[in-house]
């Protein structure tokens, strides 16, 4: 387990970027883990860090191991201190300072820093902090953890998926279709609205051109007529030709998704969390059998397209496959 995005937001817009350990009163700077934040931690600039109350290591401070993974990493068990408080609270073991002792420490801190605030000042941070609320349940719903095995399955030479991943895609996409996206955040909401065109339209192509071949195990696929009866020869090409037109189609599809997810978590670096999903990198597209041909790519918008409409639509892709002769796999 990572701290989440929420759980970081909260913790920093709460703490007022200021560490919390009595009197101290830092003014931190959030640490990018890039060569920016490095040159600044050398200048002297203090960085923030993210110090958990209970360990999640047996030989951590304060070590507890009724704490779950989930307890560990959440808001409720981090404090925000400058890295020599860090130090000073962890020392021998964390003996100095209890959980109890933290834990008033962190609620005073936010209570001082709450009360200093505008209501405005508390609207906006609110709104912030349930916004990341809404792109963490992306995260989730779009299952970015596993979006390379999405993007293999719409990859393969015959595309075969679940019932039950239809409807998750279709789940989704509902579920992005119906978000209000807060006003102030232009890039992110543009964002969204792109992805949620793209998982659209490629949740309208495989229910309009997949059936289901197997009710036992729930199982879909693109209907190859040359495959189910006898065909003359023109037939079969028409047939065959129609197939893997589909299956470029498909594959294009996931392509432009693929780049569509990198932009919406970009935009959301950008306005809102710069550490969101900093550490795991861009989602991967993932082409290939997965036994003579298996490959990943780093798919994303050009320059050129970012500043214009990004997706160009299912009507564009069909035709781009067509000049093409096939997908750009």
């Known amino acids: 387990m990572s701290i989440g995005s929420v759980a970081r937001k909260v913790l920093w817009a709460r703490s007022s970027n200021v560490c919390a350990f009595v009197e101290c009163q830092q003014e931190l700077t959030v640490n990018l883990h890039d060569e920016g934040s490095k040159a600044m931690e050398a200048a002297g600039v203090p960085l923030g860090e993210e110090a958990h109350i209970v360990s999640g290591s047996k030989e951590g401070p304060r070590y507890d191991p009724a704490y779950t993974a989930d307890q560990v990493d959440s808001y409720e068990n981090l404090i925000l201190v400058c890295p020599t408080h860090h130090r000073i609270i962890d020392k021998k073991d964390g003996s100095g300072f209890s ?153 294009e599809l996931s392509l432009e998704l693929t780049k569509a997810a990198n932009h919406l978590c970009d935009a959301v670096r950008f306005e809102i969390d710069p550490l969101f999903r900093f550490d795991e990198g861009v989602l991967p597209h993932r082409v290939g059998d997965g036994i003579l041909t298996n490959s990943l790519s780093r798919e994303e918008y050009t320059e050129k397209e970012r500043v214009g409409d990004l997706y160009p639509g299912l009507g564009k892709i069909e035709h781009r496959v067509l000049e093409q002769g096939g997908s750009s796999r």
């Open 99 to 251: 959980v109890e002792t933290l834990r008033r420490m962190k609620t005073e801190h936010e209570a001082m820093q709450r009360n200093q605030k505008s209501s405005e000042d508390k609207k906006f941070e609110e709104v912030e902090i349930r916004t990341l609320a809404m792109i963490d349940a992306w995260t989730k719903k779009a299952d970015l953890g596993n979006w390379q095995n999405l993007t293999w399955k719409l990859n393969v030479p015959v595309p075969r998926l679940k019932g039950s991943d239809i409807d998750r895609l279709t789940e989704q996409g509902k579920w992005v279709l119906t978000r209000n996206w807060p006003g102030r955040y232009v890039v992110v909401a543009r964002a969204f609205g792109n992805y949620g065109s793209v998982l659209l339209d490629a949740i309208n192509y495989i229910r309009r051109h997949m059936e289901e071949v197997d009710s036992k195990n729930g199982v879909w696929e693109f209907y190859r007529e040359h495959k189910h009866r006898l065909l003359t020869q023109e037939e079969y090409d028409v047939s065959l030709n129609d197939f893997l037109h589909k299956v470029d189609v498909l594959s």
